[in-house]
T-cell receptor, first 116, second 108 residues
Framework: DAGVIQSPRHEVTEMGQEVTLRCKPI?????LFWYRQTMMRGLELLIY????????DSGMPEDRFSAKMPNASFSTLKIQPSEPRDSAVYFC??????????????FGPGTRLLVL | LAKTTQPISMDSYEGQEVNITCSHN???????ITWYQQFPSQGPRFIIQ???TKVTNEVASLFIPADRKSSTLSLPRVSLSDTAVYYC?????????FGKGTRLHILP
């Protein structure tokens, strides 16, 4: 398996623009997670899905952020409008059976977002 | 969700054994202890997991005392390529929290 695939790897945009990040989880994994990583806050869970259904979006910072999972092999994280404070590395991860510490999460390479 | 405490950073030299200790005083009966490793410009990756006593794999060993209120990740004979951030996670079925981890810097 190719692992978790994310695109784009790098994104530079201007404040106010819409940004869409994409993720393809490992085939057969039931759980998909979106994380954001910054130096100040570390690695934060934004939202996770189980069988394509959003379960917990309490980590989504505000209404400018939205995530969808239209099918088992694709998810998007959208920021509209983007702001400079959204600059971070966004990771997608998937796991086979669960969300907890006993279930291994497999991370993608991340998307490095810079909002000017 | 059990709170974990680990050192912010550590330095060591090539060839040395490195031990990173994580405190988790309020660990619950069903909680597992899991460690992830994150290299620069990469996503975290699972390295080891345990419930009690000792677990060893090709990458590391995990030592867990009987009271399970702490755990120690042991990396034998580190090399420069072991420079990374190491995260200690504790929980069972609840969503996990990564925190800031321990930034390990290996010196030549």
């Amino acid at each position: 398996d190719a692992g978790v695939i994310q695109s784009p790897r790098h994104e530079v945009t201007e404040m106010g623009q819409e940004v869409t990040l994409r993720c393809k989880p490992i085939s057969g994994h039931d759980y998909l997670f979106w994380y954001r990583q910054t130096m100040m806050r570390g690695l934060e869970l934004l939202i996770y899905f189980n069988n394509n259904v959003p379960i917990d979006d309490s980590g989504m910072p505000e209404d400018r952020f939205s995530a969808k999972m239209p099918n088992a092999s694709f998810s998007t994280l959208k920021i509209q409008p983007s702001e400079p404070r959204d600059s971070a590395v966004y990771f997608c991860a998937s796991s086979l059976l669960g969300r907890g510490a006993q279930e291994t999460q497999y991370f993608g390479p991340g998307t490095r977002l810079l909002v000017l | 969700l059990a709170k974990t405490t680990q050192p912010i950073s550590m330095d060591s030299y090539e060839g040395q054994e490195v031990n990173i200790t994580c405190s988790h005083n309020n660990i619950a009966t069903n909680d597992y202890i899991t460690w992830y490793q994150q290299f620069p410009s990469q996503g975290p990756r699972f390295i080891i997991q345990g419930y009690k006593t000792k677990v060893t794999n090709e990458v590391a060993s995990l030592f867990i005392p009987a009271d399970r209120k702490s755990s120690t990740l042991s990396l034998p004979r580190v090399s420069l390529s072991d420079t990374a951030v190491y995260y200690c996670l504790v929980g069972d079925d609840d969503k996990i929290i990564f925190g800031k981890g321990t930034r390990l810097h290996i010196l030549p």
